[in-house]
């Protein structure tokens, strides 16, 4: 049973799934930066448009991505109403009792919305496009010039793998724990939220103990196979820039550009 | 108590591209005061099915009875207290600080008073043979101890039904001979034991009854000895030496366990 | 005779040797491993047996250098894994119990080419050598497989096809099976089988059937070497047996019963064609 949960990588072959993956990582990164230099909801909307047009190029399925953008649903409610009720920019829409709607509260609630949706997105497309793999290699070699100031960007990048590697086990265990609780007659679903979350400790206490458990039979195997750091290691995947590559960063630049003037 | 499965079919992630479907109309009744084995291999619906013992898992078609009664209407806890389950493996859920509060986990979600929570933890920990371990914690256990304590957790339930699940799995030798005999003292007791196993020589030291499943259907359900002689290229060790035997010495039986496998061979060496 | 300390040195005739070796774990009152002695031959296949908390577990991890032996010596390939485990596991691969916990990379490749990646093989020959590692345990087509939905059998798979790549001359085996149903345990037994020509090999397990074909079993016991035996000797010792904890599986247990020597037959067709010639003599003679 695979857990599709925030941001997973989604294995189809696309033009974007094929870019280096520290030119995905460097996109995003300006994307990030970008959008908080676009002031006007138009240029968000602009923008928005690229994301969608990209994630179409990227073959994944709409309703698989829009359920990246869940989790963070909450949030952008909230912004959103709070910016309505308690903004008082522009015109009064309408009021109800003492709560009144302006004009300049709807425009602030949907730029914000919109921009925490872009937000969340691209860091999703990044995930959704990029293997695990490519995604610590890409990482490793971006932040291996801060070795030379004792950074560990090596044992970073093993520590993200493995993260990686393993979330898909960790879950299926916490739902075969939850099963074997749930056979001793542990409920839940019942009782108010701090009732709740205590009865979960059944779950957490042995995953945890579990999880410890993993990483020292883990170290032992790692080092069985000669793992000792950084040092001296080569590695199995190549990356490479290429022509696609610099235009996907030129075209990323292009949009932001558009949608700052905008 | 009479468990009864009729005709449960279940599927898996329906309406998704994951669809799969892991039981179609599996019929079986667990008799009261036996043991009976669940064979088959991996994929064939084993686990499914012994999740649905105590509708852990609810079949999307057909039924499972208690007693004649739809399980379906009786509470969840009142289920699960009477059919047991102990998942493979089932040390991962051990959490408690001490294997005393451990085990008595269950029998407290059940609700009993404190006297009797206590008495049902000092009876499993005697019947796994883990009394002395009562107030270490379960983290600092060797696997086979960390076992007994994890079944004794469910047997504290008191049920009428223990369903376990690759109970074996990972045991040395010693542990496992302990458990099977435990499984025949359960039985002695009156509990009936429903027990997936994919190792066909310890089922064939306890099983009363055998079913065999294959890709989600029961393929042969019967005796062991009926079972395991219908088609012997798929049984027990025993019973391959015995079929083969029994062409030129009919006298053999139809013996599965070691023990009158093995007088049945003597004796018709002798003749 | 060549000591076999020295013997391990490359050209020698053994391959790994222990001598005396002491090794308690800190808050033991009980050594775990009490002056164990023993030499593996180049080539030869040795199983290890004992019940469990016996000193397997803890004679494995010293002879690829996890562990440090209080007193005595442990050589492997001419070297001591104490003070140079990085080169020793060059020379010696562990395959362990739970695949699930040794498996690192998110892909099947990428996981077969990390004990490649440390010893800083160029990237060329490793893909070559991954290539080569995959088909050796029949996983072609697995490459982009992500761990989690592989069978137990097929991560053990991986794993040993992990150990391959760096092409060790001996194989340290774990307990490999006995996490796995039948199914997975007949695919690893299946691969093991064809590696024990090439290999060294020390099989450590709890099913004796899997050491039928051993030169030598070495029964642990209480962190103590209490036997060093061919299987045919140790399977028709029944007290022996019954006081080390070991069960001999079905057919060789009716065979011993039945006056047949236990190690040679391994299969219920194998046993019932011995019982049927036996009778047919027996009938001939009268």
């Not at chain 3, 085996?173 to 020509?197: I, N, Q, Y």
């Amino acid at each position: 049973m695979t857990t599709r949960s925030l941001g997973q990588f989604y294995p189809v072959s696309s033009p974007v799934h094929a870019l280096d993956p520290r030119a995905k990582i460097i996109a995003t990164a300006i994307f990030v930066v970008g959008l908080f230099l676009i002031d006007s909801t138009a240029g968000l909307l602009f923008v928005a448009a690229a994301l969608v047009a990209l994630v179409a190029v990227s073959r994944i399925p709409a309703g698989t991505f829009l359920r990246l953008l869940r989790p963070v649903l909450y949030i952008v409610a909230l912004t959103v109403l709070f910016q309505i009720f308690f903004s008082r920019e522009g015109v009064i829409l309408f009021e109800w009792g003492f709560l009144e709607v302006h004009s300049g509260g709807l425009r602030m609630g949907l730029f914000l919305a919109l921009r925490i949706l872009l937000l969340v997105s691209s860091a999703g497309l990044l995930t959704a496009t990029t293997a695990p793999v490519a995604l610590a290699d890409g990482i490793e070699d971006l932040l291996s010039p801060l070795k030379r100031v004792r950074f560990p960007a090596h044992e970073v990048a093993m520590m993200m793998t493995i993260a990686l590697r393993f979330i898909p086990t960790l879950g299926e265990e916490a739902e075969k724990i939850q099963r074997a609780q749930a056979a001793r007659g542990a409920d839940f679903s019942e009782g108010g939220p701090l009732r709740r979350a205590r009865s979960f400790l059944p779950v957490l206490i042995p995953l945890t103990v579990g999880a410890f458990r993993r990483a020292d039979e883990l170290a032992d195997a790692m080092e069985s196979r000669g793992y000792r750091g950084g040092e001296g290691r080569t590695r199995y995947r190549e990356l490479r820039y290429r022509m696609s590559d610099a235009i996907a960063l030129a075209l990323t630049l292009l949009v932001l550009l558009v949608g700052i003037v905008l | 108590m009479k468990l009864e499965l009729r005709d449960v079919g279940h599927v898996y992630a329906r309406g998704t591209p994951f669809q799969v479907e892991a039981l179609r109309g599996v019929s079986l009744v667990v008799e009261p005061g036996e043991v009976l084995a669940i064979v088959g291999g991996t994929g064939s619906g084993k686990s499914t099915l012994a999740q649905h013992m105590n509708l852990l898992l609810v079949p999307t078609s057909g039924e499972v009875l208690v007693d004649a009664v739809d399980a379906t209407t009786l509470t969840k806890s009142e289920l699960r207290r009477r059919v047991g389950l102990v998942f493979q493996f089932p040390e991962s859920a051990l959490f408690a600080p001490t294997v005393e509060e451990d085990v008595a986990f269950a029998p407290r979600q059940l609700g009993l008073d404190e006297e009797e929570v206590t008495e049902r933890v000092l009876e499993s920990l005697r019947a796994l043979g883990a009394e002395e371990l009562a107030a270490r914690s379960p983290f600092a256990l060797s696997g086979g101890e960390k076992r007994r304590v994890a079944i004794a957790g469910v047997l504290a339930m008191g049920p009428e039904v223990l369903v376990l699940d690759e109970p074996t799995a990972g045991l040395d030798p010693a542990a496992r001979e302990d458990l099977l005999a435990l499984i025949l003292g359960l039985r002695e007791a009156g509990v009936s034991v429903v027990l997936v196993s994919h190792d066909l020589d310890e089922v064939a030291e306890v099983a009363d009854r055998v079913c065999a499943l294959h890709e989600g259907r029961v393929s042969a359900v019967g005796t062991a000895a009926e079972v395991f002689y219908a088609d012997p290229t798929r049984a027990p060790a025993t019973v391959r030496v015995a079929s083969l035997l029994r062409g030129a010495s009919p006298g053999i039986g139809h013996p599965v366990r070691f023990r009158e496998t093995l007088d049945a061979l003597r004796a018709q060496q002798g003749t | 005779m060549q000591n076999p300390g020295e013997g391990t040195r490359p050209g020698g005739s053994f391959a790994v040797s222990c001598e005396r070796v002491t090794f308690s774990y800190p808050g033991s009152a009980q050594p775990a491993l009490s002056g164990v002695s023993f030499a593996l031959r180049r080539g030869e296949y040795v199983g290890v047996v004992g019940p469990n908390g016996g000193g397997k577990s803890t004679l494995v991890r010293l002879l690829n250098g996890l562990l440090k032996p209080e007193s005595g010596r442990v050589l492997v390939s001419g070297r001591d894994p104490a003070t140079e485990p990085f080169e020793v596991r060059k020379h010696l691969g562990v395959l362990f119990q739970n695949p699930e916990n040794g498996l690192v990379a998110p892909f099947v490749e990428d996981d077969v080419a990390f004990g490649l990646e440390n010893l800083g093989v160029p990237r060329e020959e490793m893909r070559e050598r991954v290539a080569r590692a995959v088909r050796a345990v029949g996983l072609q087509g697995y490459e982009r497989r992500e761990p989690h939905t592989l069978s137990g059998g097929e991560k053990q798979r991986v794993a040993l096809a992990g150990l391959l790549a760096v092409e060790p001359e001996i194989l340290v085996l774990d307990e490999p099976t006995s996490m796995l149903d039948a199914a997975g345990r007949r695919e690893v037994l299946k691969h093991l089988g064809d590696l024990r020509f090439e290999k060294t090999v020390l099989h450590v397990t709890h099913h004796l059937e899997e050491l039928l074909d051993a030169d030598r079993i070495l029964v642990l016991n209480g962190g103590e070497l209490v036997a060093d035996e061919t299987p045919e000797r140790l399977f028709s010792n029944a007290d022996f047996l019954r006081e080390n904890s070991l069960l001999l599986p079905v057919v060789p247990r009716l065979a011993l019963e039945l006056g047949f020597p236990p190690a040679k037959l391994r299969t219920p067709e194998e046993l019932a064609e011995a019982i049927l010639a036996r009778t047919q003599s027996g009938t001939r003679s009268l």
